[in-house]
């Protein structure tokens, strides 16, 4: 059974940083790309960051571009997002995903249960 | 960016009822190598996302095959061929052909 556990979620002040963890269970960590998607309460949803299997490339939108930092261990099947300078607006619950290539292009196919970060004074 | 425009936002239905969520693009998800990267996630309360369909119209393992997905293009519709208390959630599309991944607003289904 696929399991991703994300740990690191709480209430920071604007302009800290804060660093989430997933840790993957269940299928060869190595094989799928992993992205980060955050859903503001109430919200929908919004991609925050991939990276790709071996963790050679990273991907992110304008909104997190220079602030937060996706990346990997494959040897401990763990996930990481550094989120630095954070602002209210980054307040959402962050879920860990799994991505599928398909002919290339990812897919988010599982979804961690998610880790609700506060920014706040 | 592609904006997906999900219609109606809400969709009040009783059980066993059939019912259709329509995903508009505001650009073809035709990708260039042939496939359209158009997924539906269900939300139950409480729950994380969860994949249902994905490539327009391919069931994902263990979903219900009351779910069917179809359209091409920019214009997509899932539909649930009598609906079940367990359907009750938001529903979105999401689409993966443009960089970056954009999702739509949802659709909230409801209990009549």
Same mark, same amino acid.
């Given at each position: 059974?696929?399991?991703?556990?994300?740990?690191?979620?709480?209430?920071?002040?604007?302009?800290?940083?804060?660093?989430?963890?997933?840790?993957?269970?269940?299928?060869?960590?190595?094989?799928?790309?992993?992205?980060?998607?955050?859903?503001?309460?109430?919200?929908?949803?919004?991609?925050?960051?991939?990276?790709?299997?071996?963790?050679?490339?990273?991907?992110?939108?304008?909104?997190?571009?220079?602030?937060?930092?996706?990346?990997?261990?494959?040897?401990?099947?763990?996930?990481?997002?550094?989120?630095?300078?954070?602002?209210?607006?980054?307040?959402?619950?962050?879920?860990?995903?799994?991505?599928?290539?398909?002919?290339?292009?990812?897919?988010?196919?599982?979804?961690?249960?998610?880790?609700?970060?506060?920014?706040?004074? | 960016?592609?904006?997906?425009?999900?219609?109606?936002?809400?969709?009040?239905?009783?059980?066993?009822?059939?019912?259709?969520?329509?995903?508009?693009?505001?650009?073809?998800?035709?990708?260039?190598?042939?496939?359209?990267?158009?997924?539906?996630?269900?939300?139950?309360? #409480?729950?994380?996302?969860? /994949?249902? $369909?994905?490539? +327009?119209?391919?069931?994902?393992? %263990? &979903?219900?095959?009351?779910?069917?997905?179809?359209?091409? #293009?920019?214009?997509?519709? /899932?539909? $649930?061929?009598? +609906?079940?208390?367990?359907?009750? %959630? &938001?529903?979105?599309?999401?689409?993966?052909?443009?960089?970056?991944?954009?999702?739509?607003?949802?659709?909230?289904?409801?209990?009549?």
């Amino acid at each position: 059974e696929v399991q991703l556990v994300e740990t690191g979620g709480g209430l920071v002040q604007p302009g800290r940083s804060l660093k989430l963890s997933c840790v993957a269970s269940g299928f060869t960590f190595n094989n799928y790309w992993m992205s980060w998607t955050r859903q503001a309460p109430g919200k929908g949803l919004e991609w925050v960051a991939s990276i790709t299997n071996s963790g050679g490339s990273t991907y992110y939108p304008d909104s997190v571009k220079g602030r937060f930092t996706i990346s990997r261990d494959n040897a401990q099947n763990t996930l990481y997002l550094q989120m630095n300078s954070l602002r209210s607006e980054d307040t959402a619950t962050y879920y860990c995903t799994r991505a599928v290539s398909i002919r290339r292009v990812p897919v988010m196919d599982a979804w961690g249960q998610g880790a609700s970060v506060t920014v706040s004074s | 960016d592609v904006v997906l425009t999900q219609t109606p936002p809400t969709l009040s239905a009783t059980i066993g009822q059939s019912v259709s969520i329509s995903c508009r693009s505001s650009q073809s998800l035709l990708h260039s190598n042939g496939n359209t990267y158009l997924n539906w996630l269900l939300q139950r309360p #409480g729950q994380p996302p969860q /994949l249902l $369909i994905y490539l +327009v119209s391919r069931l994902e393992s %263990g &979903v219900p095959n009351r779910f069917s997905g179809s359209g091409s #293009g920019t214009d997509f519709t /899932l539909k $649930i061929s009598g +609906v079940e208390a367990e359907d009750l %959630g &938001v529903y979105y599309c999401v689409q993966s052909t443009h960089a970056p991944n954009t999702f739509g607003a949802g659709t909230k289904l409801e209990l009549k």
